[in-house]
């Protein structure tokens, strides 16, 4: 079972920059898709972004122009570099892998158990 393991969260002043990552328990030549999804506070999960092995991306409206998704499938690592970040880019964030692309919906396999993104005003 790959696992999914997420870092680089934490609190940050508007305007200012994190860097996300994620690495896999395998290699990720074994997952299609990698992506992102967040969850503010007392709102539903939504999709950020999505990378696939074939190089096709896909950003959310509300991200589009400020985050940037890669990966390096030598390092088994999917990162997410967020910038000009808002206040409403606050909640937690969690990788997701899959074997297929599902687009923005959450019906991704893999998981992780998510890292917490606190944008002050």
């Known amino acids: 079972q790959v696992q999914l393991m997420e870092s680089g969260g934490g609190l940050v002043r508007a305007g200012g920059s994190l860097r996300l990552s994620c690495a896999a328990s395998?290699?990720?030549?074994?997952?299609?898709?990698m992506g992102w999804f967040r969850q503010p506070p007392g709102k539903q999960r939504e999709f950020v972004a999505t990378?696939?092995?074939?190089?096709?991306?896909d950003y959310a409206d509300s991200v589009q122009d400020r985050f940037t998704i890669s990966r390096d499938n030598a390092k088994n690592t999917v990162y997410l570099h967020m910038n000009n970040l808002k206040p409403e880019d606050t909640a937690v964030y969690y990788c997701?892998?899959?074997?297929?692309?599902?687009?923005?919906?959450?019906?991704?396999?893999?998981w992780g158990q998510g890292t917490q993104v606190t944008v002050s005003s």
């Open positions: 997701v892998a899959d074997n297929e692309w599902h687009g923005g919906a959450d019906e991704y396999d893999l």
């Open positions: 395998e290699t990720l030549f074994l997952l299609d898709t």
């Open positions: 990378i696939t092995k074939g190089g096709r991306i």
